[in-house]
């Protein structure tokens, strides 16, 4: 396979001020002090304890019980976001279950990427503007020469999150702000991010009856877990807009980038997901892995999800680039 190419825009975009040609109603409340300093808490501690994965192997060993519970609780939580936060409630990709429905706001929730609500109104607002003047995230804001594209790219990253204004989640969420439920899950977020955090280590701790087995429990499928999991999810923001190929016209720059498609469930398949939002698969073309499709498809097959909007090769075939025209 090839290696990813870094995509060229034709001409140099305008810069995409995050809240610059959006209507006044699109922005909410500023965030809270409070906000700010636990969002610095949830992105930092999982970075620094990411960072030091080799230290910590060289000090400590690595059980089987740290890598099932890691992979475990990273898959749940990665598919509460990617099953659930996106392709679900953002863009309706299928009809799900009540009990689903709930199920999969919380998982995603303990992904630690913030409360349902507001996570789809950024990423509605996402494709509203995207690549464009009001993109909260686009990798393109300050410009196409390298020390501008080095800087869009951090802040599509992680530099974002730190934006003082929401999104109005009024504006962009309105059906999720009318689920009693959906709500509720959003109020208790910190509930279920501790959750995610801490029962790793309850039960490394209760299966080893050790504090040792609770310690790098917590420390693999706690905190190195979420980091990873930070990380792969704020790449489809940053890298999937810049490199790799762009097999289906969409209005933006997203990218289909292949190294990241089993660590993101089949998310970094971005091309086609521009350019087909609604799309329950994202990974259309042969070879292309994505496992959040096929629990899509486990969640029909078991009657909990219907009306499931699959590939249509009609579609498809419109929104086919010709081989000359891919980007690379």
């Not at 790219?153 to 999104?167: N, P, S, V």
Request: proline residues 6%; aromatic residues 12%.
């Amino acid at each position: 396979m090839s290696a990813p190419a870094l995509t060229r825009p034709t001409a140099p975009p305008r810069p995409a001020e995050p809240h610059a040609g959006l209507p006044a109603n699109a922005i909410g409340r500023r965030k809270s002090t409070l906000e700010i300093v636990t969002l610095y808490t949830f992105v930092v501690v999982p970075f620094v304890a990411l960072a030091a994965v080799v230290p910590a192997v060289w000090g400590w060993g690595l059980s089987w019980l740290d890598v099932g519970l890691a992979v475990g609780f990273y898959f749940f939580s990665l598919l509460g976001v990617t099953v659930g936060y996106h392709r679900y409630f953002t863009h309706g990709s299928f009809k799900a279950a009540r009990p689903l429905r709930l199920g999969l706001a919380v998982a995603g929730s303990m992904a630690v990427q913030g409360p349902v609500v507001q996570w789809v109104a950024d990423h509605r607002r996402h494709h509203a503007f995207s690549d464009r003047e009001g993109d909260p995230h686009s990798p393109w804001r300050y410009g196409t020469d390298a020390r501008a594209l080095v800087k869009g790219m951090f802040h599509a990253h992680l530099g974002w999150l730190f934006e003082r204004r929401k999104t109005s989640q009024e504006r962009y969420a309105p059906d999720l702000l009318k689920d009693a439920g959906l709500v509720g899950i959003g109020r208790t977020f910190v509930v279920w991010a501790a959750l995610s955090v801490f029962l790793p280590a309850v039960i490394g701790g209760l299966v080893t009856q050790s504090w040792a087995g609770a310690w790098t429990a917590f420390f693999w499928a706690g905190l190195v877990r979420i980091g990873l999991l930070h990380h792969v999810t704020w790449s489809i923001n940053s890298v999937c807009h810049v490199v790799g190929n762009r097999p289906f016209a969409s209005r933006d720059r997203a990218t289909n980038f292949w190294p990241l498609a089993i660590l993101s469930a089949g998310e970094s398949w971005h091309n086609l997901h521009h350019a087909d939002p609604t799309c329950a698969r994202h990974g259309v073309l042969r070879g292309q892995v994505d496992i959040s499709a096929r629990v899509i498809w486990a969640f029909e097959k078991l009657g909990w999800a219907r009306n499931v909007k699959w590939p249509d090769p009609v579609r498809l075939a419109a929104k086919r680039r010709e081989p000359a025209t891919v980007a690379g």
